[in-house]
């Protein structure tokens, strides 16, 4: 079954403890992102990679970190974690993203509560 | 700048009303579009996306949405909801960049 998988779905953690949260596509996608969710404000692109070795910085970079090492996956790492990155996060993937001529498949997300 | 504005935040329909959700972006140039929608506990997944041709672009679910270029809208609609269509829906825009520009999202309410 084509899909993202994600990992953990949840997790609460303290402030300064550095997390990874994991993100794997099966679909052979060149171009994974990260995203946040908070209320009233959609989504909010963190990073994003168009290929091995290549990510960007989205709208809201700040405090998180991500590799590209192999194309299956795209980890988002919180190096020192804040309250303000309570968040709900999705991973998404899609063929190269020609012009945002491509559907974004979703991670089932990730609820992370830094305390 | 590029943007997209939902303009209702929170809708409260009854079972088998008419639904209207608006959307409007910001873009001169050539446009792609999409809504997605967010069941509860659930990942985004695609309603409908226009890239170009007929104006009037049909989804999954009984949704539809129309392009108005003048108006540069994209609203959705569905004749007749039902409860199960409770969600949150995002419209979406991509320009020149590429770059995917959400919506801030309505929570669709369908009481049964």
């Known amino acids: 079954e084509a899909q993202v998988t994600q990992n953990p779905r949840y997790l609460i953690t303290v402030t300064g403890k550095k997390l990874t949260v994991t993100c794997s596509q099966n679909m052979n996608h060149e171009y994974m992102s990260w995203y946040r969710q908070d209320p009233g404000l959609g989504l909010r692109q963190i990073y994003y990679s168009m290929n091995v070795e290549v990510t960007d910085k989205g709208d809201v970079p700040e405090g998180y970190k991500v590799s590209r090492k192999e194309k299956r996956n795209f980890p988002l790492i919180l190096e020192s974690p804040s309250p303000n990155q309570t968040s709900l996060y999705f991973c998404a993937s899609s063929l190269a993203l020609l012009a945002g001529s491509n559907e974004q498949f979703f991670g089932p997300g990730t609820r992370l509560t830094v305390l | 700048a590029q943007s997209v504005s939902q303009h209702n935040h929170h809708v409260i329909l009854s079972e088998a009303a008419s639904l209207e959700l608006g959307c409007n972006y910001s873009?001169?140039?050539?446009?792609?579009l999409f809504w997605y929608v967010q069941y509860p506990g659930q990942h985004l997944q695609l309603l409908l996306k226009y890239f170009s041709g007929d104006p009037l672009v049909k989804g999954i679910k009984g949704f539809e949405a129309e392009f108005i270029k003048s108006k540069f809208s994209f609203n959705l609609r569905k004749p007749s909801v039902q409860w199960s269509d409770t969600a949150e829906y995002f419209c979406v825009f991509s320009g020149n960049t590429g770059k995917l520009i959400f919506g801030q999202g309505t929570t669709l309410q369908v009481k049964p």
């Open positions: 873009y001169g140039g050539t446009v792609n």
